[in-house]
């Protein structure tokens, strides 16, 4: 029995007609997103996923291009990886950038106490409860069907996809929308959907887990609103209890130090969840480990047998959904030099701003770029650029790059957040080190501006 599972045609069509044609159970509901009454969210212990990468079609592997925001993937696994992502509470990277069809600008828009982590390729499809996307000879699922999820118990899944045989069409892994075929990453966004526990919807609006589709299936790449409040009554909305992962800094080698900052961790007994170079899709976790800076920062040796992939953090011991961030993507190996945060800034209307850095110190190499995070909407302010780590005490906090060499105006939008690429000249020696802190006009602060922790970059 494979259960929910469904159809996907070219044209429209009933659900019902095609379930009653290939002897499948089809789960329709008319709003939030069809969820069946027997379903039973996923465990936090079944919330990773890999991708086996035996797809025929070349078309499905075809993207070798990679995306910051999906360190390690192409082809097959960096569509599906995408699909998973929509799901996710927040924006991807804070700002969701990574699709390449221009109805989905942010991935990321679930909102709710659920997320998904990429454990890399599988070895081979792996059984029904082992949370592996997979291709399956087309002549095997019968007329009509092109994909299927399968949930034996609800205590993980797998999910299939129709590939040769009687398959005509190919499937196509991105990252545009196709122009024939299957769109690879839409069909595995209302594949995910099952996975979690959503069955059809009918609902107006064009919802991810409508029974069937009019075009590619890129138009499921981006949830709507039918499919959020699915996802929520399921597992919750996410609140301000959900820790939330901002930005990684330090060392992302093998042995070395790993700086995550955030919001909402717990002052000990943490938990970092990296991507495992095993093949059994478990999470490496790293358990026991404190924060500091009022749980918004905390270090954590990056294990030898991490691979790039995602880090998130459980926040203590806590078993709820709400424990558990959103993942943030980790390139292991991949930060030539480093980022070092320094001390908490000066509170403002969002709290502590955050200032990190990811991307390539090398002097003369491809660059990188400062995050601001959690300034006030609007505000405008100065970054502060040093050689040296100063603590000169200031309007309430401590002002890091001392002596000043530069301060460069900035602004922030709407949002709170900013991203400032650069990069380093060619010259520079190896360990050079460079010093920065923002400062802000904040009328929520304890002396009119509030200020970001220090962020010292250090050249490999």
């Given amino acids: 029995m494979r259960s929910p599972s469904h159809t996907l045609a070219a044209g429209l069509c009933l659900a019902a007609m095609l379930s009653a044609l290939i002897g499948l159970t089809v789960h329709t509901r008319a709003v939030a997103a069809g969820f069946p009454p027997w379903v039973t969210p996923l465990p936090l212990t079944q919330r990773d996923f890999r991708v086996f990468p035996n797809f025929t079609d070349s078309s499905a592997n075809d993207n070798v291009v990679p995306h910051p925001h999906f360190p390690g993937a192409t082809g097959a696994a960096l569509a599906i990886w995408k699909a998973h992502t929509e799901w996710s509470a927040v924006p991807r990277g804070g700002d969701g950038a990574g699709d390449g069809w221009a109805g989905n600008p942010v991935l990321g828009d679930g909102g709710a106490l659920f997320e998904t982590h990429y454990q890399g390729l599988a070895v081979m499809p792996g059984g029904t409860n082992d949370n592996v996307h997979s291709a399956i000879d087309g002549g095997i699922c019968g007329g009509g069907t092109f994909a299927f999820t399968e949930t034996p118990t609800h205590d993980g899944w797998r999910i299939r996809y129709c590939d040769g045989g009687l398959f005509q069409l190919a499937w196509h892994d991105g990252p545009g929308a196709p122009t024939n075929g299957w769109d690879l990453q839409g069909v595995s966004t209302h ?12 609902a107006a609006g064009n919802p991810t887990m409508a029974p069937a589709f009019a075009g590619t299936g890129v138009e499921w790449r981006s949830i709507e609103a039918d499919d959020i409040e699915g996802v929520q009554a399921i597992y919750g909305i996410a609140t301000s209890v959900k820790p939330v992962l901002l930005g990684a800094d330090g060392s992302s080698e093998p042995g070395g130090t790993l700086v995550l900052t955030g919001t909402g961790f717990a002052d000990t007994g943490n938990e970092v969840w990296f991507t495992s170079a095993g ?3 478990d999470a490496l976790v790293v358990s026991g480990v404190p924060a500091d800076l009022g749980g918004t920062r905390l270090s954590v040796a990056v294990p030898l047998a991490a691979e790039s992939g995602e880090v998130l953090v459980r926040s203590g011991t806590t078993a709820t959904f709400a424990g558990l961030s959103n993942p943030l993507p980790l390139d292991v190996g991949g930060f030539p030099g480093t980022f070092a945060g320094s001390g908490q800034g000066v509170a403002g209307a ?7 850095g990811s991307g390539d110190l090398t002097p003369g190499g491809p660059g990188f770029t400062l995050h601001l995070q959690l300034v006030k909407n609007l505000a405008s302010g100065l970054l502060f650029v040093s050689t040296e780590v100063g603590a000169l005490p200031f309007k309430g906090g401590t002002f890091v790059p001392v002596p000043v060499l530069a301060a460069v105006p900035v602004s922030v939008g709407g949002g709170g957040k900013l991203d400032l690429p650069g990069a ?11 010093v920065l802190q923002a400062w802000f006009t904040d009328s929520a602060a304890i002396l009119g501006v509030s200020a970001t922790n220090g962020l010292q970059l250090t050249t490999p």
């Fill in 350 to 356: 969002k709290g502590f701003p955050v200032l990190s």
């Fill in 279 to 281: 093949t059994v899709g």
């Fill in 191 to 202: 594949e995910v959907g099952h996975a979690l526990g959503l069955g059809h919807s009918n």
């Fill in 424 to 434: 380093l000249p060619v010259g520079l020696p190896a360990g050079t080190t460079i």
